[in-house]
C-alpha cells in the first residue's frame, strides 16, 4: 500500500508545479462567465412531486441514468407517501428537454431516495430505492424496465427511515460492498432526539472462503449517528476506498461527522482522534466531493444548516497522507453560503443535496446547491434560493445563482444535474418537498468547449467504481473519482463531463481501480467517449431518442 501511495506522489510532482505556475500567470480578478438557464419545467413533461410529513421532511429524492442505452439520462424522482415515477428521456441533441412518464417497476411509495448502480455486472443499470421501512434492490431487465431483487441477491433488508447509500468493489470481489444510513427511530415521533438507529454494511458472501454473487447478513456501523449522507471515497489515493458519513446534529447525542476504514478482509474501523481525524460537527445534509486544487486528492464538500464546510486533507506529502487529517476551508474560498443572496431573508440557510460541475465549460468545477427550509423553522430562511457558486481564475467562488436564472424559492432536496440533451452543457433538476420538480435547460451564450466520457470495464465492476477519469489540456490536468452515493438521496450513472474552456483538443485516461493508468489517448473537444482498460478512445455519436 505504501509503496502504490509513493508511486502516486511522484507521478503527481510535476504536474502540481504546472498547476502553481498556471495559477499564477491567472488573473485574480478573472470573474467567470455568467451561466444562463432556461426554466423548461411546464414543456419538460416531469410532473413530480416529493410530499409528505414528518418522515418525508428529508430525502426527496432524484435518480438519472441511462436505461435505454443511448446514452440519455433519464430519471426517478422519489415520491414520499406517494410512488415514486419514472421519467424517460426523449430529448433531441441540442434541444429542448422532454421526458416521458413510463411504468418502469420503480412505482413504490414510501421513496426517500435513490441510487443506480449495476450490481450485477450484466450492463443493465440496477436502482437502489432507499424507503421508510425498507431498502428494495430494483434488478434492471433492460429497456427501463426492473423487478424487485431482495431475494435474489440475499439482501435481507431491516426495518427503518433509510436516508444514505453508498457502494464500493472491494479487492478480489465478484459483488459490491453497499453501505446503508438510518435515520431516528420513526416510532418515538413525539421524542425523536438521540434515537438514531443502526447504520449497516453489506459484503458479499463467502462460501468456503470463496466470493459469492450474493450479500451476507449485514454488519453494524457503530455508533450510528442519523447520516444523511454518505461516500466510499479514496481520499489518501491508497487504491482503497474509506466510507465518509456526515450525520445530522438535530437527532443525535455525543456524536460528529465520521470516517470508516473499509479494508478488504477486515472489519469496518472508525477513524478517530488517534489517527488524525478532527472532530466537527454539524447538520450534515449532503457530501459532493471533487479535486479543487489539482493535488491529486479530493475535496469534500458538507452541506449543513447555516455554514456549508469544505474539507480538505492537511498537508498531504508526496509520499501519501498517513492521517486523516481534514482542515476547513469554505470561508476563503467563497463556499460557506451560509445566507440567502436573494429574496430579502436575512436569516440562516439550509443546503441539501451539492454537486460540483461545471456549468460555463471553462475548465473550472463550480458546485450547485439545493436550498430550502426543512418545513418552517422560524430560526431558519424561509425564501432561501438554491446556490450556483462559479469558479474564477484565482481558485476562488462567486454567487451567481440570480443571474443564472435557477434562484427558486421552493423548499429544495434532492438534485439531478446531468446534460440531459447531449449538447455538452450540464442541465438541472430539482427536487422539492411538498411542490413540484423543477426542470432548467443550460443554454449560456458563448460556452466553453467540453468533453464526456464513460469508463467501461469488464464484469463484474462494469462502471469503473472507484476508479478515476483525468483529463489533461493546456498543461492542466482535471480529475474525477467515480463513485456511487454522496448528495442528498440522490444519485447518478451517466457520462462524466469536462469543460475545456478555449481547447478544442484534449488528452484522457483512467485509473482505474485496481490502480492501473492507462496512457493518455488524445481525444478532440465537443465529444463524447468510451473509454475501456487498454484499448483506444472510442467516440461515441449520439443518436435520436427511442420514442
Not at 422519489?78 to 412518464?101: D, H, I, M, T
Request: negative net charge; charged residues 25%.
Amino acid at each position: 500500500m505504501r509503496s502504490r501511495a509513493s508511486q502516486f506522489g511522484r507521478r503527481l510532482l510535476a504536474g502540481l508545479a504546472i498547476v502553481a505556475a498556471t495559477s499564477l500567470s491567472a488573473r485574480a480578478d478573472d470573474d467567470p462567465l455568467a451561466p444562463h438557464f432556461t426554466e423548461e419545467t411546464a414543456t419538460a413533461g416531469v410532473n413530480a412531486v416529493y410530499s409528505g410529513q414528518w418522515q418525508y421532511m428529508v430525502g426527496g429524492g432524484a435518480a438519472a441514468f441511462d436505461c435505454m442505452h443511448d446514452g440519455r439520462a433519464s430519471v426517478l424522482i422519489a415520491g414520499g407517501e406517494k410512488p415514486a415515477r419514472f421519467f424517460r428521456n426523449v430529448s433531441e441533441v441540442g434541444g429542448a428537454l422532454k421526458f416521458v412518464e413510463q411504468t418502469s417497476g420503480l412505482e413504490l411509495d414510501r421513496v426517500v431516495g435513490a441510487y443506480p448502480i449495476d450490481i450485477d455486472g450484466d450492463g443493465e443499470v440496477d436502482i437502489v430505492l432507499l424507503r421508510v421501512g425498507e431498502v428494495d434492490l430494483m434488478r434492471g431487465l433492460g429497456g427501463c424496465r426492473f423487478e424487485h431483487a431482495n431475494e435474489a441477491w440475499g439482501f435481507k433488508s431491516q426495518d427503518a427511515w433509510w436516508t444514505a447509500f453508498s457502494a464500493t468493489w472491494e479487492k478480489g470481489q465478484k459483488w459490491p460492498t453497499l453501505a446503508f444510513g438510518s435515520y431516528v427511530d420513526r416510532t418515538k415521533d413525539i421524542e425523536p432526539w438521540g434515537t438514531c438507529t443502526q447504520n449497516l454494511l453489506y459484503r458479499p458472501a463467502q462460501n468456503d472462503g470463496a466470493p459469492q454473487r450474493q450479500f451476507a447478513a449485514p454488519v453494524a456501523l457503530a455508533p450510528s449517528y442519523c447520516p444523511l449522507s454518505m461516500l466510499f471515497t479514496d481520499w489518501n489515493r491508497s487504491g482503497t476506498q474509506s466510507l465518509r458519513v456526515s450525520n445530522d446534529r438535530e437527532y443525535y447525542e455525543g456524536g460528529q461527522e465520521q470516517m470508516w476504514r473499509i479494508a478488504p478482509g477486515e472489519a469496518p474501523r472508525l477513524y478517530t482522534e488517534q489517527d488524525g481525524w478532527r472532530y466537527v460537527r454539524i447538520w450534515g445534509m449532503g457530501i459532493a466531493s471533487y479535486d479543487l486544487t489539482g493535488s491529486g486528492y479530493p475535496d469534500y464538500f458538507l452541506t449543513s444548516m447555516a455554514d456549508q464546510k469544505l474539507q480538505r486533507l492537511d498537508s498531504p506529502t508526496s509520499g501519501g497522507p498517513s492521517k486523516p487529517a481534514f482542515k476547513e476551508v469554505a470561508y476563503p474560498m467563497g463556499l460557506s453560503a451560509a445566507r440567502p443572496y436573494a429574496g430579502g431573508d436575512v436569516r440562516p440557510s439550509t443546503g441539501w443535496h451539492a454537486q460540483f460541475e461545471d456549468f460555463n465549460n471553462a475548465g473550472l468545477a463550480d458546485l450547485f446547491i439545493a436550498k430550502g427550509n426543512v418545513s418552517a423553522m422560524p430560526d431558519f430562511a424561509q425564501k432561501d434560493p438554491n446556490d450556483l457558486l462559479m469558479q474564477r481564475r484565482d481558485g476562488k467562488f462567486v454567487e451567481m445563482g440570480e443571474v443564472a436564472g435557477i434562484a427558486s424559492y421552493s423548499q429544495a432536496r434532492g438534485a439531478a444535474l446531468a446534460d440531459f440533451n447531449l449538447d455538452g452543457a450540464i442541465d438541472l433538476l430539482v427536487v422539492n418537498r411538498n411542490q413540484p420538480a423543477r426542470v432548467w435547460r443550460n443554454d449560456t451564450p458563448g460556452i466553453g468547449h467540453w468533453i464526456e466520457i464513460k469508463a467501461q470495464d469488464d464484469s463484474p465492476n462494469r462502471d469503473a467504481i472507484g476508479g478515476w477519469i483525468e483529463v489533461r489540456c493546456d498543461d492542466r490536468v482535471q480529475r474525477r473519482e467515480l463513485t456511487v452515493g454522496g448528495g442528498h438521496a440522490s444519485g447518478q450513472l451517466t457520462w462524466t463531463h469536462f469543460g475545456l474552456g478555449a481547447t478544442d483538443k484534449a488528452e484522457v485516461r483512467v485509473v482505474w481501480p485496481d490502480g492501473q493508468a492507462d496512457d493518455w489517448r488524445q481525444a478532440a473537444a465537443d465529444s463524447f467517449y468510451l473509454l475501456r482498460r487498454g484499448q483506444a478512445a472510442e467516440h461515441w455519436t449520439p443518436k435520436p431518442p427511442q420514442n
